[in-house]
Nanobody, 115 residues
Framework: QVQLAESGGGLVQPGGSLRLSCAAS????????MGWYRQAPGKGRELVAH???????NYADSVKGRFTISRDNTKNTVYLQMNNLRPEDTAVYYC?????????WGQGTQITVSS
């Protein structure tokens, strides 16, 4: 199996920045697609950002220009740089890694944007 360890969440004021990390370990035989979903209370899960094995990126319209996803394949780690945070970004953020037949999920990390 694969384990995904997330870090970097917390409380931040509007306009502030945070950087999330997601480190994968375990049965990893190749470079895989990775990214983050988020879920706010009472709302559905939303794809925030995705980075392919070839480092092609995709973002939700709501975060384009503010968030940047990147990866370090030597560390099996992806990063989500979150700038100009808004209250509506408040959610639990879940890292994922997609292999050929399985998708693995991190434990989730809480992001709260509030004054």
């Amino acid at each position: 199996q694969v384990q995904l360890a997330e870090s970097g969440g917390g409380l931040v004021q509007p306009g502030g920045s945070l950087r999330l990390s997601c480190a994968a370990s375990g049965r990893i035989y190749s470079v895989n697609d990775m990214g983050w979903y988020r879920q706010a209370p009472g709302k559905g899960r939303e794809l925030v950002a995705h980075i392919s094995s070839g480092s092609t990126t995709n973002y939700a319209d709501s975060v384009k220009g503010r968030f940047t996803i990147s990866r370090d394949n030597t560390k099996n780690t992806v990063y989500l740089q979150m700038n100009n945070l808004r209250p509506e970004d408040t959610a639990v953020y879940y890292c994922f890694e997609s292999q050929s037949i399985h998708t693995y999920w991190g434990q989730g990390t809480q992001i709260t944007v509030s004054s």
